[in-house]
């Protein structure tokens, strides 16, 4: 019950924004017609998934969880030395808030000059929006571990080998989960930056083709088609993040 009234409070601010939108669109608040009704934009949806643009979704979809995926494996281990050993932290940081306050969009041009305009290109730009926002994150929570945990670990005869896989791992595991959704929802806003890199398909290249022809209702479908996306991984997400969590917290009583 209480899941089904969250989904249902959750809907409504979907309905609510809805109705915004087509009051707005039948008001010509915006004029010269440059604001579709959400009817005109979710017929480009429905007839444009089965004209390619489901293609496209498949595609940016792809792309988003494979390079993020990279960004997060390759990020984990660097926020584990930042939290756990303090030179490397004094260090480091400043260098991770550096690149982590760079937008992954003013990189374009330097990726085009040094990885050309391949998928790799593409990728390196996701990869570097998700490596950051996940670094700090289980940076963060592996240096707000309680020292208690550390120290009892330690009487019992663990090496720092053994407190770092067996403490720190599995109480890191729930803000790895958050540095996963975060990433994503990076990686999911950063997708059209990516692709600018030369994309010949994708949903970052149709808001830009349908742009560039002043096309208003595809641009709409693509933006929609991206948050929505987004909105499923983040919910699959959820789901994980809360039986982890469960069986950790099963494990520790």
């Known amino acids: 019950m209480h ?9 409504s ?10 009051l707005t669109a039948m008001a010509e608040i915006v004029g010269n017609g440059l604001l579709p009704t959400p009817f005109e934009v979710f017929e480009v949806i429905w007839t444009g998934l089965g004209n390619g643009l489901a293609t496209d979704v498949l595609i940016s979809s792809r792309r988003v969880v494979l390079w993020v995926s990279v960004g997060i494996a390759a990020a984990v281990p660097v926020g584990f030395l930042l939290g756990w ?6 260090a480091l940081n400043p260098l991770v808030n550096f690149f982590r306050a760079l937008p992954p ?19 390196i730009i996701l990869m ?3 490596f950051f926002a996940t ?4 940076f963060e929570g592996v240096a707000g571990i309680e020292d208690k945990y550390v120290r009892a670990a330690q009487t019992l005869g663990a090496t720092r080998l053994e407190v770092l896989a067996r403490v720190v791992l599995p109480f890191s595991v729930p803000h790895i989960l958050t540095a996963a959704r975060v990433s994503l929802g990076i990686g999911w806003a950063s997708l059209v930056a990516a692709e600018l890199v030369a994309a010949q398909d994708g949903l970052g290249a149709v808001i830009q083709n349908a742009g560039n022809f002043l096309d208003i209702p595809r641009v709409y479908a693509g933006i929609i088609l991206i948050g929505f996306c987004a909105l499923v991984m983040d919910a699959v997400l959820r789901l994980l993040s809360a039986r982890l969590v469960t069986w950790q917290d099963r494990g520790n009583r």
């Open 13 to 22: 601010g979907f309905c609510g924004l809805i109705l915004v939108w087509q």
């Open 85 to 90: 050993f303090p030179t490397v932290r004094a």
């Open 3 to 11: 899941r089904l009234r969250g989904a249902l409070l959750g809907l």
């Open 128 to 130: 570097y929006a998700a």
């Open 135 to 138: 670094v700090v994150i289980v």
């Open 105 to 123: 969009i003013a990189l374009v041009p330097l990726v085009i000059v040094y990885f050309g305009i391949g998928e790799l290109a593409r990728g």
